[in-house]
Nanobody, 128 residues
Framework: QVQLVESGGGLVQAGGSLRLSCAAS????????MGWFRQVPGKEREFVAY????????YYADSVKGRFTISRDNAKNTVYLQMDSLKPEDTAVYYC?????????????????????WGQGTQVTVSS
């Protein structure tokens, strides 16, 4: 059974930092996309960052570029999200996602992440 377990969320002041971790078990994801999404109440879940299945390239949402850094440790089957210069608008539940197949975004012409597997989410709250 595949499980994705997030940790590292919490309350931080604006300008602060947090590091999220997502540990996967049940299968190996080193050759598949893994990443992070976030969701606030009443809004759709949105993409934050992910590692592609092709060459390990990293992609970021425009709203977090330059502030968030995604990394992965394949030996630990774990993906991380370092979040710096946090803003109140970053407040959300952050979800880890991983794929068991390969996906391609034809519109953006790049490898994509679909979210075949999801973690339970971890709350990140940024106070102003």
């Amino acid at each position: 059974q595949v499980q994705l377990v997030e940790s590292g969320g919490g309350l931080v002041q604006a300008g602060g930092s947090l590091r999220l971790s997502c540990a996967a078990s049940g299968r190996t994801f080193s050759n598949y996309a893994m990443g992070w999404f976030r969701q606030v109440p009443g809004k759709e879940r949105e993409f934050v960052a992910y590692f592609s299945w092709s060459g390990g390239s990293a992609y970021y949402a425009d709203s977090v570029k330059g502030r968030f850094t995604i990394s992965r440790d394949n030996a630990k089957n774990t993906v991380y999200l370092q979040m710096d210069s946090l803003k109140p608008e970053d407040t959300a539940v952050y979800y880890c996602a991983a794929d068991g197949s390969y996906y391609y975004n034809r519109h953006d012409q790049r490898p994509a992440i679909n979210g075949d597997y999801w973690g339970q989410g971890t709350q990140v709250t940024v106070s102003s």
